[in-house]
């Protein structure tokens, strides 16, 4: 398992997650909703970083291809540094999706993906 490399990001937007549950009726036809687990989900973090070099870039989509939506991973703290955003202890995350890049002179645009997992006890 690899942390995240070590970037502050320019932008954050963060999604929080929900409970699974299922929607049923009772016999005298009131609705009721059952949570099936104790563990929320669906947890996005967006991020962009703006590097001026190639380096960054190379290191998160290194990142990527070791990691992708197979291994969990850990973030450091300086990539949620002054967010104010904190998570359940065990929680890791995997990719939503590739990472994105954009092109402008003198400058490279990475914008990442994240998806919170809980933790699986085998």
């Keep these: 398992m690899s942390d995240f490399p070590s970037y502050n990001p320019q932008s954050r937007s963060y999604t929080p997650g929900s409970y699974a549950?299922?929607?049923?009726?009772?016999?005298?036809g009131d609705e009721v909703s059952v949570r099936r687990t104790n563990a929320a989900v669906n947890h996005t973090l967006r991020m962009t970083f703006i590097s001026s070099t190639a380096e960054q870039q190379?290191?998160?989509f290194k990142h990527y291809g070791v990691n992708n939506r197979f291994q969990p991973f850990?973030?450091?703290?300086?990539?949620?540094?002054?967010?104010?955003?904190?998570?359940?202890?065990?929680?890791?995350?995997?990719?939503?999706?590739?990472?994105e890049v954009s092109y402008?002179?003198?400058?490279?645009?990475i914008s990442v993906e994240l998806q919170l997992i809980p933790p699986y006890e085998v």
């Design 21 to 28: 549950a299922i929607q049923a009726q009772t016999l005298n």
């Design 58 to 60: 190379d290191e998160i």
């Design 74 to 99: 850990d973030l450091p703290s300086i990539v949620l540094q002054g967010s104010g955003l904190s998570f359940p202890s065990g929680y890791q995350w995997i990719y939503a999706a590739p990472p």
């Design 104 to 109: 402008e002179p003198g400058s490279i645009t």
